[in-house]
């Protein structure tokens, strides 16, 4: 693995870089208090490849690799976690599951309006009452000649109202039976398909959360992905990379937390001193640097071993698990530095404290990172 950062990679960075200091940075708190879905803001990335990173250009994509992704989610999310953890969603989860188990009509129809943000992508798997345990989901699809009727209700989706193309994951078969779910692309103006409920979050609030609502959606069977009962292996797989984009993410906002307490610690003076120069506080940045450069180090083995195509089902899991924690505790930490200030709207500090504790949810909490690492590890 070569330690060094590409020349690519780091333009992509500084692109992405740019555009968020520009056009999400001065935006970051109203957005938040008033939990706005900036749409805009995606549509404007999407001219920049930012919207279709690992589409191919054949599709209007960037056509670049995961090392690139992940610099761009840690830019975005450096400035704002919400943007980043939209970003993400639409990337690696819609888009990349698409990417990797389309037929190439479907490859063809969808993702040059995904890639380009002409289009916002959601993905569908989580239920109310089947979160980890998907394999009882009650959303349910039946064949019905050359279409599908899809029925149920899908929960905690990104751009569950506003996503133009949704990715769902519907059972096919009996509950807990093998192979009983299967993969179908939703147009939002397709009939019987609307969103719900959107949640009041703790933090991530101006990334929108949402219900969707099926109620008899006719799906025309040229819409299903892949397989009929092949829905959750594919969901598995999408996950795998889904991920390191949790991982990178959390990595943004860890890196942001810290960025912002270093420099903060250099400008505070207590007893006629920056409180830098306190053990009690240059020790919490020592933490915090070295656990960034571990979680970082996880992250970018998950990416090699994803652009090689070798298996990474437990790397991405110890990559996500580690930054996301390490995330919740660099934030934590740096609250404290900043004391008082930290704990007000003020200073940065306290969204990223806000934010990062979703990391340790989606995508598989911290608890199933853990069912997968020890099931890998258990194997040999």
């Given at each position: 693995?070569?330690?060094?950062?590409?020349?690519?990679?780091?333009?992509?960075?500084?692109?992405?870089?740019?555009?968020?200091?520009?056009?999400?940075?001065?935006?970051?708190?109203?957005?938040?208090?008033?939990?706005?879905?900036?749409?805009?803001?995606?549509?404007?990335?999407?001219?920049?490849?930012?919207?279709?990173?690992?589409?191919?250009?054949?599709?209007?994509g960037a056509g670049l690799g995961y090392f690139e992704y992940v610099a761009v989610l840690q830019e975005i999310g450096k400035v704002c976690?919400?943007?980043?953890?939209?970003?993400?969603?639409?990337?690696?989860?819609?888009?990349?599951?698409i990417l990797a188990f389309g037929n190439e009509e479907q490859k063809q129809q969808f993702l040059p309006k995904l890639a380009t943000g002409?289009?916002?992508?959601?993905?569908?798997?989580?239920?109310?009452?089947?979160?980890?345990?998907?394999?009882?989901?009650?959303?349910?699809?039946?064949?019905?000649?050359?279409?599908?009727?899809?029925?149920?209700?899908?929960?905690?989706?990104?751009?569950?109202?506003?996503?133009?193309?949704?990715?769902?994951?519907?059972?096919?078969?009996?509950?807990?039976?093998?192979?009983?779910?299967?993969?179908?692309?939703?147009?939002?103006?397709?009939?019987?398909?609307?969103?719900?409920?959107?949640?009041?979050?703790?933090?991530?609030?101006?990334?929108?959360?949402?219900?969707?609502?099926?109620?008899?959606?006719?799906?025309?069977?040229?819409?299903?992905?892949?397989?009929?009962?092949?829905?959750?292996?594919?969901?598995?797989?999408?996950?795998?990379?889904?991920?390191?984009?949790?991982?990178?993410?959390?990595?943004?906002?860890?890196?942001?937390?810290?960025?912002?307490?270093?420099?903060?610690?250099?400008?505070?003076?207590?007893?006629?001193?920056?409180?830098?120069?306190?053990?009690?506080?240059?020790?919490?940045?020592?933490?915090?640097?070295?656990?960034?450069?571990?979680?970082?180090?996880?992250?970018?083995?998950?990416?090699?071993?994803?652009?090689?195509?070798?298996?990474?089902?437990?790397?991405?899991?110890?990559?996500?698990?580690?930054?996301?924690?390490?995330?919740?505790?660099?934030?934590?930490?740096?609250?404290?530095?900043?004391?008082?200030?930290?704990?007000?709207?003020?200073?940065?500090?306290?969204?990223?404290?806000?934010?990062s504790k979703l990391c340790t949810i989606g995508e598989g909490t911290s608890e199933i990172q853990k069912l997968v690492i020890s099931r890998?590890?258990?194997?040999?």
């Open positions: 693995m070569n330690f060094e950062t590409s020349e690519l990679t780091q333009q992509v960075a500084q692109t992405a870089r740019d555009f968020a200091l520009q056009h999400i940075k001065p935006y970051v708190m109203t957005w938040d208090e008033s939990q706005e879905f900036p749409l805009q803001v995606f549509r404007e990335m999407g001219k920049l490849g930012l919207m279709g990173v690992m589409v191919p250009e054949k599709y209007e976690g919400s943007i980043g953890l939209s970003v993400a969603a639409h990337n690696s989860l819609c888009t990349g599951h002409q289009w916002l992508g959601a993905w569908g798997l989580t239920e109310p009452n089947t979160g980890s345990d998907a394999g009882n989901m009650k959303t349910v699809a039946v064949r019905d000649g050359d279409h599908w009727v899809l029925n149920g209700t899908k929960c905690w989706i990104t751009h569950g109202k506003s996503g133009d193309l949704a990715v769902v994951i519907a059972r096919t078969g009996e509950p807990r039976s093998k192979d009983n779910a299967t993969a179908f692309l939703v147009e939002r103006s397709t009939p019987g398909f609307s969103g719900g409920k959107k949640e009041n979050k703790l933090g991530m609030r101006a990334s929108e959360t949402a219900e969707m609502i099926f109620d008899n959606c006719r799906i025309p069977d040229s819409n299903r992905l892949g397989e009929v009962g092949a829905g959750f292996k594919q969901s598995l797989k999408v996950l795998d990379g889904g991920r390191i984009s949790i991982a990178a993410l959390s990595l943004g906002i860890a890196k942001g937390a810290y960025e912002a307490s270093v420099q903060y610690s250099k400008e505070r003076y207590q007893f006629d001193q920056p409180i830098s120069n306190f053990q009690g506080i240059s020790f919490k940045l020592a933490d915090m640097a070295t656990e960034i450069e571990a979680a970082e180090l996880l992250t970018l083995q998950a990416c090699d071993l994803k652009m090689r195509g070798n298996p990474m089902t437990k790397e991405a899991a110890m990559a996500k698990y580690f930054a996301s924690e390490v995330a919740v505790k660099v934030a934590n930490d740096a609250v404290q530095v900043f004391g008082g200030y930290g704990y007000t709207k003020d200073f940065p500090v306290e969204k990223y404290y806000r934010d890998e590890v258990l194997k040999t």
